[in-house]
C-alpha cells in the first residue's frame, strides 16, 4: 500500500511539472504567432513596396545597387544610416577576427591589437548614432508640438517659459 502512495506522489509531481511545460509550451505557440503574424504583415508591406517600385527598375532588378535604392529623407537620416552601417561592419570584422584567432589563423596579440582599435571606433559610431537618435527625436517631437491644436501649443509655451 505505501508503494502505491509513493508511486501516486511521483505521478501527481510529473503530471504538475507536465502541467507546467505544457503552460509554457502554450505561450511559447502564442507568441510564436504573434511573430508569424508581425512577419507576414512586413511580408505584406515589402511585396506592396516591391510592386510600386518595380517599374522604377525597368526589369533589371539584377544589377540594382542595395545602397542606391535606399535613400534616407534627411541629413540626420543619412548619419543615422552611415554610423549603423559602420558599427555593424565592424561587428561584422571582429566576429570573422574571432573566428581567425580561435582556427590559429592570426597570433592573439594581433588579434587583441585589432580588436581594441575597432573597439573604440564603433564605440564613436554607436555615440553618434545614439547622438542622432536623440536629435531625431526632439525634432520629431518638435515636429508633432508644430502641427499641435493652439490651445496645445499655448501649454508648450507656459511650460517652456516655467522651465527658464
Known sequence: MEGMFTAQ???RQREDEVLKGLREMQYEKEAL???LQMVLMNTDV????VRENEGKLGGNAANVNADDVFEPSDSLSKQMLE???????????IYAMDKAVQDGSIPFDLYLRNVRLLSREQFFHRATSAKVRAAQMQ???TSMASRAPPRFQFLDATAKHIED
Do not use: P
Open 139 to 141: 525634432a520629431q517631437i
Open 83 to 93: 554610423s549603423t552601417s559602420s558599427d555593424l561592419a565592424i561587428e561584422d570584422v
Open 33 to 35: 504567432e504573434q511573430q
Open 9 to 11: 506522489a511521483v505521478l
Open 46 to 49: 515589402l511585396e506592396g513596396w
